[in-house]
T-cell receptor, first 114, second 113 residues
Framework: DGGITQSPKYLFRKEGQNVTLSCEQN?????MYWYRQDPGQGLRLIYY???????QKGDIAEGYSVSREKKESFPLTVTSAQKNPTAFYLC?????????????FGDGTRLSIL | AQTVTQSQPEMSVQEAETVTLSCTYD???????LFWYKQPPSRQMILVIR??????QNATENRFSVNFQKAAKSFSLKISDSQLGDAAMYFC??????????FGTGTSLTVIP
């Protein structure tokens, strides 16, 4: 079955440490996204990518970095510059330039500070 | 800028009854798409229903239907015959011609047995 796989499900970060969240999709989607979800704030866009080797900042990109070297993969790095990284992170993908198509989501990664 | 507003942080409904969740959005575009997603306690985001702005007919998926009022920029979700499994966070989302989606802050629905 096609879908989006996020790993790990739970992740712990020490102070000053960078951590990377994995997102892989086999839906052949061009567009991929990273969202952060905090209680009462819905989904906030961190980064998105419309095509390989290209990505754009979302509303809360500071302290995060991404890469898109392969169509299937869009890893998110939470750097030590992100002072409040504790949140639930969702990866999504969609068919690009097809407005009637929804996003498909992974099961998420919960990041906590040690 | 596009914004999506869900003014009801929490709602509750008796099992087997009907509930309506509100969503309004702000846009200057004429062609766009609207979606409702459900997020149960498992945190998985599940597409519930979608609506194309150029269609006047309201979308329906089994017990889920929308009331789309384009002029009022309103897109409410009606759940009929509510079931315990409907308990979840519900998010309204907007997409126009580009690849960016805009989400509301969500409504937490409780279903009372």
């Amino acid at each position: 079955d096609g879908g989006i796989t996020q790993s790990p499900k739970y992740l712990f970060r020490k102070e000053g440490q960078n951590v990377t969240l994995s997102c892989e999709q086999n839906l052949n989607h061009d567009a991929m996204y990273w969202y952060r979800q905090d209680p009462g704030q819905g989904l906030r866009l961190i980064y998105y990518s419309q095509i390989v080797n290209d990505f754009q900042k979302g509303d809360i990109a500071e302290g995060y970095s991404v890469s898109r070297e392969k169509k299937e993969s869009f890893p998110l790095t939470v750097t030590s510059a992100q002072k409040n990284p504790t949140a639930f992170y969702l990866c999504a993908s969609s068919i690009a330039h097809a407005s009637n198509q929804p996003q498909h989501f992974g099961d998420g990664t919960r990041l906590s500070i040690l | 800028a596009q914004t999506v507003t869900q003014s009801q942080p929490e709602m509750s409904v008796q099992e087997a009854e009907t509930v309506t969740l509100s969503c309004t959005y702000d846009t200057s575009e004429s062609d766009y798409y609207l979606f409702w997603y459900k997020q149960p306690p498992s945190r998985q985001m599940i597409l519930v229903i979608r609506q194309e702005a150029y269609k006047q007919q309201n979308a329906t998926e089994n017990r889920f239907s929308v009331n789309f009022q384009k002029a009022a920029k309103s897109f409410s979700l009606k759940i009929s015959d509510s079931q315990l499994g409907d308990a979840a966070m519900y998010f309204c989302a907007y997409r126009r011609g580009g690849n960016q989606f805009y989400f509301g802050t969500g409504t937490s629905l409780t279903v009372i047995p």
